[in-house]
């Protein structure tokens, strides 16, 4: 048997097995109908289209987001100044309140700790949005 002679009885076997309806006048009377109604369709002029409600609350999220900056650049800024550059607090602080005595070495301890634990935490909390932390927490869930 040659190779064309085995093409044949596939053909003839796939024709066989597959039974496609004929396609006649009204097939291609609908395929233009729908042709011409998208047609119609581009050539309507556009309606003014409103922003869904998601665009409208992203608007106001990056407007308060920007307030936020601002207001967290502000106190920054008024903070540095007034610790570096001599600027008097806005209140003058006349409190009259006994204050317990720690020793220094045990503030020192204390701050040393804090600000390694802190730094800790802000690390894995930046670090959990990167594509591993979010695997980790995939694996959690």
């Known amino acids: 048997m040659s190779r ?9 076997s796939l024709a066989n097995q597959v039974k496609l309806p004929q396609l006649d006048r009204r097939f291609d009377a609908a395929v233009w109908a729908r042709i011409e109604a998208a047609e119609s369709r581009a050539t309507l ?3 003014e289209a409103q ?4 665009v ?3 608007r106001w999220l990056a407007i308060s987001n920007s307030i936020g900056i601002a207001a967290t ?8 100044l007034r610790t570096y550059g001599g ?6 602080l006349e409190v009259h309140v006994p204050v317990p005595v720690i020793p220094e070495n045990m503030v020192a301890q204390v701050v040393a700790v804090l600000g390694q634990v802190l730094g800790l ?5 930046g670090l959990s949005f990167t594509w591993v932390g979010r695997r ?6």
Request: aromatic share 10%; charged share 25%; glycine share 2%.
């Open 73 to 80: 650049l502000g106190v920054a800024l008024y903070f540095v």
């Open 4 to 12: 064309k002679d085995i093409e044949a009885r596939l053909d003839r």
């Open 51 to 54: 922003p869904s409600r998601a």
């Open 87 to 92: 600027i008097e607090p806005v209140v003058p």
């Open 121 to 125: 935490a802000a690390l894995i909390f």
């Open 56 to 58: 409208r609350a992203s």
């Open 45 to 47: 002029p556009e309606t």
């Open 136 to 141: 980790i927490r995939a694996s959690f869930s």
